[in-house]
């Protein structure tokens, strides 16, 4: 593939992942003036369960793309392939659908953890099957979605990811023109999860087409051995992740959520940029795995330049994003809630900064199979994290649990780079250089950070 197909790859898959981000900027305040902040509140929580429980997809999207890219590599048919994709779709299918069965079972009973009026409560019961129903549908489209990317066909994903980001905002909305009740302004997000697994699925029926084959005992080891690491990872990784908001809406108040995820909502998403790069390049890095040296050189080139221009806007891009919080916040939400997201905002920018410079070791880690390794890491954090977030929401409040959120991702992001560097010794260069930009990048955020909000 020429490095400009490449550089539209991630042209496309930026755009994926951004767009959505800006139409959701757009529709956020017309929302919350709409629903009020309990209610936002709460579907806030409800796209943090379909995109958590969605994650937990025994790893087998990003197991395709693992195994898919380094294939044909290895020599391994197309045909034995395409078994083996299929064998992952309806082991996932299974699975998916007995997980949604436990959420149904599970989800009105954690609601009650949670401190809300009771016409709203009652709201809230009534739609939690309708969250549970779209982790079936958010996994199908994680699996066709990491076919699709292994054959770098990143067109064919943003067609259907693109419209499906956009209607993840923009349908909640529109429900809110006719109703506030939170059980039809749910169940959009489930129309909006079973167009999207439908689209996928079409665009990827090539990669699926049922081939007359065994049950391919080999493929579907290797993808659940890469994936049932992975699993671990999305299990852990997004409750470190989004607990925070789970705490403040029981330990605080469930209005103190809508103060602390418009903020996050907004800056936690900015990691979108890199993920859709890192994307791009983790099956060019798997195709490499069983190359021999210095043999797809195009690769490697294509690799470091996209750091590069990475570390070049991401940085600098971070720490205006920091500074401008204040102003950005009252043009966006209004100046009295922007008084008390301000200082969650800058802080929550510091992780922000870090993470996303994670996803360069972290890709590589993954696109040589060692998922392994960050699944141990997360699973060390995990403890400690809950512990240190309890006690900075108890002594500092909201912005207690944005500090204590950043320092858990840069302690991340250091385990992370250390680890690569000890496998990746061919990567030693681009390791070290990222590290020490985004130390700098990162001394200058938090100097942002103790600065006023006005």
């Known amino acids: 593939m020429r490095s400009r197909d490449h550089v539209f790859n991630i ?7 951004v767009l959505p981000m800006l139409v959701g900027v757009m529709v956020v305040p017309g929302l919350l003036q709409r629903l009020g902040q309990e209610r936002f509140g709460v579907l806030a929580l409800g796209w943090v369960l379909v995109g958590y429980f969605g994650s937990l997809d025994l790893g087998m ?14 020599g391994i048919s197309r045909r034995e392939q395409a078994a083996v994709a299929c064998a992952a779709r309806r082991l996932l299918g299974g699975f998916s659908l007995g997980l949604a069965l436990l959420l149904s079972l599970l989800l009105p009973w954690l609601v009650n953890f949670i401190e809300m009026p009771t016409e709203l409560n009652a709201q809230t019961q009534a739609a939690t099957p309708l969250l549970a129903l779209a982790v079936p549908l958010a996994n199908w489209f994680a699996c066709s979605a990491g076919a699709l990317e292994a054959r770098s066909r990143f067109g064919a994903v943003n067609s259907v990811r693109i419209p499906a980001g956009v209607a993840n905002f923009v349908a909640p909305w529109m429900t809110s023109l006719f109703t506030t009740d939170l059980f039809w302004v749910i169940g959009s997000l489930l129309v909006v999860r079973l167009a999207g697994a439908l689209g ?9 087409a049922q081939p007359a084959l065994q049950w391919p005992s080999t493929g579907i080891r290797q993808l659940l051995r890469f994936g049932g690491w992975m699993t671990v990872s999305n299990l852990i990784g997004p409750v470190m992740s989004y607990f925070d908001r789970f705490a403040i ?13 418009v903020p996050f909502d907004v800056i936690s998403r900015l990691p979108m940029v890199p993920i859709a790069i890192m994307g791009v390049l983790l099956p060019l890095l798997a195709q490499t795995r069983h190359s021999a040296p210095g043999t797809r050189p195009q690769h490697y080139t294509t690799i ?14 971070l720490v205006m994003t920091a500074w401008l919080g204040p102003w950005l916040l009252a043009w966006w939400v209004g100046s009295d809630l922007a008084a008390a997201s301000t200082p969650i905002w800058r802080w929550l920018a510091v992780g922000v900064l870090v993470n996303g410079l994670a996803h360069l070791p972290f890709t590589l880690l993954q696109s040589q199979g060692r998922t392994d390794i960050i699944a141990k890491i997360h699973l060390a954090e995990l403890i400690p994290y809950i512990f240190f977030l309890w006690w900075a929401i108890i002594q500092y409040g909201l912005v207690g649990a944005a500090v204590m959120w950043s320092v858990r991702t840069s302690i991340d992001t250091a385990l992370i780079f250390s680890s690569a560097l000890r496998h990746f010794p061919n990567w030693r260069q681009s390791l070290i250089k990222t590290t020490f930009i985004g130390l700098v990048g990162a001394l200058l955020t938090i100097w942002i950070a103790f600065l006023p909000a006005n």
């Open 11 to 17: 042209g496309i898959n930026v755009t994926g992942m």
């Open 61 to 74: 999207g990003r197991a395709l793309t693992q195994y898919l890219s380094s294939a044909d590599e290895a």
């Open 200 to 208: 996928m699925a079409w665009r990827a029926r090539p990669e699926f």
């Open 249 to 261: 809406a029981a330990w605080v108040t469930v209005a103190a959520v809508t103060h602390y995820t």
């Open 304 to 317: 470091t330049r996209t750091v590069d221009l990475l570390l070049v806007c991401w940085i600098p891009g």
